[in-house]
């Protein structure tokens, strides 16, 4: 008996877990028919926001990319004095609040900030504010795999010929491959939803620094449709990362899995 | 064939690995784990820097002062513990990974020919061997470097895979040096075997010399086995009889055919004036070669054989070199491994 009330106080706050977690998403698709989202989709304050999220985005992962991958590769297979030091300040955007974010990105790059720059309220620091915050993600995650691949590999590569780059692009990228690419969309998604370094370090105008998640801010009070419709968009795109992910995770997981693992005997 | 001479010192958390070493044909590291032999091989590979020392295969220097060659500049050919086999890469890229000359022969010549589009994840112990074998040697290297070659091998298939090993080492006639914590792996393979501990060389010998004059009592009990070579084949009564190549016949309860040899512990063999009216099979009956003493205990070579006999025994026997002596020993004490 006492069994039985066990389980259905288990079920019973599964269940409403379940239902608190996914009633939102499913009241954005109930209150915003598929032809009004289609139709919205055609609104030049949801284009315009679709062409900047798109634009920034891949320009901001591009760079998180081309510079994370190197960063955490040479923290991973490196020890030095000071790494953890090094390690700290990359993750430190991870925790700060995005707001303090925007006004760092704004007395470091500000006319009147460190560099001098004009690239405040451009689509420039829509990047850099985006960046700014889904780069750490990646850079971690990337740690992480990289320090995951098996250095008897590394060894034997350099020990078959390979020099370092060649290392590097035959066994240490592609072995941490999975691994990169979920810490990659992570980051992406991160980056998709960037709200607050982007609206202090960029503004929110239409066109040239509003995003998805700013346009739907801005539309709140104009036109709820719109709100809803870019809504939609968002959880679909969101959907899509987190398959992707799954996709991602399993997959570093099955190569891992299909390595020659024994009980080990030690020697040095 | 080139030899590789190699002085190093390498400093390690608790003690530094300082040893010199000349290797002509093969030679094999003993020693416990921890000794620091897996440390040589990679100083030797380049994978670690020594503080110290010179590294050079025939007249090319590796390592010295002046000279620091990466690894990929040498040429090795090295396998690793776990044979470090790239899990994203079919047999067949791993074989070329690093390889200068054709592939498929490699592949039709370690029987991996069959495997080649399979990953290394799905292969056997042995399978995984061969293929890292061949991936060294695909490379064309001047020197093999092989780590606990097969320490990852369950005791069945490593009998097999040792004589797989002992004949690629043969043909390759490339001078090897390889890192083993088994003294039958280092004695089956190589033409010496070096005794390693806290980074030392306690003591480079033949494995029989090994047997017979241990340098102290920590190498009398490393290096646990006689190994007789010799052609085995079935016997009267469900014995196998090894043919000795140095003459002689070893019976044992194992079963074998074909080229092998006999695993006979010191321990297990006892020392007669006369040959004994007794149950065991075997009987020796040769000259003393020589009288080593460790603690409380002698060892004593007769023929191809050592004993291991008390202090007190070897007294009231009067023991000396040059005299002739039964050992004796039980059939049933007689392993036999195929070679």
Redo the contacts between chains.
């Keep these: 008996m006492r069994r039985v009330a066990f389980f259905a106080l288990v079920l019973a706050a599964t269940l409403t877990t379940l239902g608190f977690l996914v009633l939102p998403v499913v009241a954005i698709f109930t209150h915003v028919s598929p032809v009004t989202l289609a139709r919205q989709l055609s609104n030049p304050v949801v284009d315009d926001a679709l062409v900047v999220s798109a634009k920034t985005t891949f320009l901001a992962q591009a760079l998180v990319l081309l510079l994370g991958t190197p960063t955490a590769y040479l923290l991973a297979s490196r020890r030095f004095r000071g790494r953890s030091l090094v390690v700290t300040a990359i993750e430190l955007p991870l925790v700060l609040p995005p707001a303090v974010a925007g006004i760092g990105l704004l007395v470091a790059f500000g006319r009147m900030g460190l560099l001098h720059t004009s690239i405040p309220f451009t689509q420039t620091a829509v990047t850099l504010a985006v960046a700014f915050v889904s780069g750490p993600l990646y850079v971690r995650a990337a740690i992480a795999a990289f320090e995951a691949v ?1 250095p ?2 590394v ?9 370092p780059a060649r290392t590097f692009f ?2 240490a990228l ?2 941490a491959g999975g691994g990169l690419a979920a810490g990659e969309a992570l980051a992406f998604a991160r980056g998709l939803g960037e709200f607050g370094a982007t609206i202090m370090f960029a503004g929110s105008l239409q066109h040239v620094t509003q995003t998805l998640p700013l346009a739907i801010y801005a539309a709140f009070d104009v036109d709820f449709d719109v709100t809803l419709a870019i809504g939609g968009v968002l959880v679909l795109v969101s959907a899509a990362i987190l398959v992707a992910l799954k996709l991602a995770t399993s997959w570093t997981l099955s ?8 009980a ?5 | 064939m080139d030899a590789l001479t190699a002085g190093l010192r390498v400093p ?1 958390r608790a003690f530094d690995v300082d040893l010199t070493l000349e290797v002509e044909g093969t030679v094999a590291l003993v020693g416990p ?7 040589v091989l ?1 100083a030797v ?3 670690v820097r020594p503080a110290a020392g010179r590294v050079a295969l025939g007249g090319d220097v590796w390592f010295d002062e002046r000279t620091w060659l ?3 500049e ?1 040429p ?3 396998t ?9 890469l079919t047999v067949r890229q791993n074989v070329a ?2 390889a200068r000359g054709e592939v498929e022969g490699l592949l039709d010549r370690f029987g991996l020919a069959r495997l080649a589009g399979t ?5 056997s ?1 042995g399978e ?1 061997q061969r293929v890292a074998l061949a ?2 040697l695909a ?1 064309r290297p001047r020197l093999l ?1 092989l ?2 070659p097969l ?2 091998l369950d005791a069945h298939t490593r009998a097999t895979v040792r004589a797989e090993l002992r004949e690629v080492l043969r043909s390759s006639g490339l001078p090897t040096l390889l ?1 083993t ?1 088994d003294f039958e792996d280092a004695a089956s393979l190589a033409d010496l075997v070096g005794v390693v501990v806290e980074g030392r060389l306690r003591q480079l010998a033949s494995p029989s010399d090994l047997v017979a004059r241990p340098a102290d009592a920590f190498v009398g009990s490393l290096t646990g086995a006689n190994l007789l070579r010799g052609l085995a084949g079935p016997s009267a009564g469900g014995l196998t009889e090894l043919r000795l190549d140095g003459g002689g016949v070893v019976y044992s309860t194992d079963v074998l055919e074909g080229t092998g040899a006999a695993v006979v512990y010191p321990w297990d063999v006892t020392l007669a004036r006369t040959a004994p009216d007794d149950s065991a099979q075997n009987h020796v009956a040769a000259d003393v070669g020589s009288v080593s003493r460790i603690g409380n205990r002698v060892r004593v070579s007769v023929g191809p054989l050592t004993a291991e006999v008390t202090a007190e025994s070897a007294e009231r026997l009067a023991v000396r070199e040059g005299e002739r002596l039964v050992a004796t020993w039980k059939a049933t004490a007689t392993r036999l491994v195929a070679l």
């Design positions: 098996d008897a590999l060894d034997a590569a350099r020990t078959l010929g390979a020099g035959r066994v592609p072995l190569l891992q899995a299909s390595g020659f693992r024994f080990p005997s030690t020697s040095t | 390690l784990s921890g000794a620091g032999k897996s440390t990679r590979a380049g994978l990466r690894p990929d040498r090795i050919g090295m690793f513990q776990q044979y470090a086999l790239f899990p994203h990974f690093g990953r290394p994840g799905s292969l112990g995984q991936r060294a490379r470097l780590d606990e320490a990852a890192v914590h």
